[in-house]
């Protein structure tokens, strides 16, 4: 019942930043594990990073380690993907996830959102 819904993705600057959001509607748990995914044409969809139910601990892709930065707000039931030095390869759909499990595997995950476009330019 519960859906995942993510927005602000859009076109941006090489160099530049986004900070894209996925709300839940419906009912909702703090136990849930979620995470960030990535699809560019052509390509399998791919692990950007995930967070425990509580915050406390995260994990990031290599590619984006260090310029990404994966956060929750469970009294807003949002979860949050801050992008910083954006490079045209980080160019894709960004989709999250909610699962019973701290994963970077697609499988671990059940439930997902219908994705939001990230274009940077260079």
């Known amino acids: 019942q519960v859906q995942l819904v993510e927005s602000g993705g859009g076109l941006v600057q090489a160099g530049g930043s986004l900070r894209l959001s996925c709300a839940a509607s419906g009912r909702t748990s703090s136990t849930y594990f979620m995470g960030w995914f990535r699809q560019a044409p052509g390509t399998e969809r791919e692990f950007v990073g995930c967070?425990?139910?509580?915050?406390?601990?995260?994990l990031h892709a290599d590619s984006v380690k260090g310029r990404f930065a994966i956060s929750r707000d469970n009294a807003k039931n949002t979860v949050y993907l801050q992008m910083n030095s954006l490079k045209p390869e980080d160019t894709a759909v960004y989709y999250c996830?909610?699962?019973?499990?701290?994963?970077?595997?697609?499988?671990?995950?059940?439930?997902w959102g219908q994705g939001t476009q990230v274009t940077v330019s260079s």
């Open positions: 967070i425990s139910g509580n915050g406390g601990q995260t």
């Open positions: 996830a909610a699962g019973s499990r701290f994963s970077t595997t697609i499988r671990s995950y059940d439930l």
